[in-house]
């Protein structure tokens, strides 16, 4: 139906069609806001390695053979919306790890992570994922990004609610976990997070499962960031609820699930870029885990 048409429809159907069309596409998190890196965050080790540019709005995470470093967020969050803008490690940055995560502080921690694992030059940045629910994980799964993640910012962000997990990349979801306590899984709801980031050496294991090691002589490697703002309830460690449950804007109806053009550019990233899901893997899983059917990776 061409637009001008709508003119000779009643108004109730202008309206339907208009809601509709708005239903069709997908409704990203809200944008994050450019606030600078020591209103919400504090460097956690390695000080002399977090360079500060334009007055803290940008901030700059270097790993050299003696060291990494990192930093994490001054508050605890019990739901919301996490993003971050990386520009990550360029050029040889095999056996380096860029990790942007949520994490919960006891021995049955919940854990949210973006892991980035360098590779050498010319070949692409591995992204892997995972979820820790009561201090169990196990659910890595790990896509090749349809760009390269070293030549400019790109935003990485977690949306956390009651009903779901949600991994974006420049608003591409790439990965959902949903909650589902009602067949036994366990969902992360009662643990307040930090925020983390750090950039460090793992050439034991980060690139060809150990195969590949640090160049030194390359070194130092840098990853960069902007984005420092939260938009999180924030609550002490020991809170077990949020006081703004169901009120805030990641809690209404168009965020609880992923709609249709949502839900079909998830299935692009997983035809075309996912190269690991625990979902599939027979030998560690003969029996699929049971989120994996209600989370689509099945």
């Not at 050299?64 to 739901?79: A, H, I, N, P, W």
């Not at 949306?159 to 997990?165: D, S, T």
Request: charged letters at 25%; a positive charge.
């Amino acid at each position: 139906m061409k637009v001008r048409e709508m003119g000779r429809l009643p108004f109730t159907l202008c309206f339907t069609f208009l809601v509709m069309a708005t239903v069709a596409f997908g409704v990203p998190p809200k944008k994050s806001i450019n606030v600078p890196f020591g209103r919400n965050y504090f460097p956690t080790w390695a000080f002399d390695h977090i360079k500060y540019l334009n007055g803290g709005s940008e901030v700059h995470l270097v790993l050299d053979k003696y060291t990494g470093t990192g930093f994490q967020s001054k508050g605890s969050y019990l739901f919301g919306h996490f993003s971050m803008h990386i520009k990550m490690v360029a050029g040889d940055s095999a056996g380096t790890v860029t990790a942007f995560y949520l994490s919960s502080q006891n021995s049955e921690h919940d854990e949210i992570d973006f892991e980035f694992l360098g590779n050498r030059t010319g070949q692409p940045y591995i992204l892997q994922t995972n979820v820790f629910t009561g201090g169990i994980g196990n659910r890595e799964q790990r896509i090749n990004l349809w760009f390269d993640p070293s030549k400019d910012y790109h935003s990485y962000s977690v949306l956390w609610n009651m009903y779901q997990i949600v991994f974006f990349v420049d608003d591409v979801p790439i990965r959902v976990f949903k909650n589902s306590k009602d067949i036994g899984v366990k969902f992360p709801f009662n643990q307040p997070m930090k925020i983390y980031s750090s950039l460090w050496n793992a050439d034991d294991w980060a690139t060809r499962g150990g195969l590949e090691k640090t160049n030194w002589a390359k070194a130092p490697f840098v990853a960069s960031y902007r984005g420092f703002h939260v938009d999180g309830c924030e609550a002490s460690v020991n809170a077990k609820f949020c006081e703004t449950q169901g009120k805030r804007w990641w809690d209404q109806k168009e965020f609880q699930d992923l709609d249709a053009n949502q839900y079909k550019r998830l299935k692009w990233v997983r035809k075309r870029y996912t190269i690991y899901n625990y979902c599939t893997d027979r030998v560690r899983f003969p029996v699929p885990p049971p989120e994996c059917r209600r989370d689509r990776d099945i």
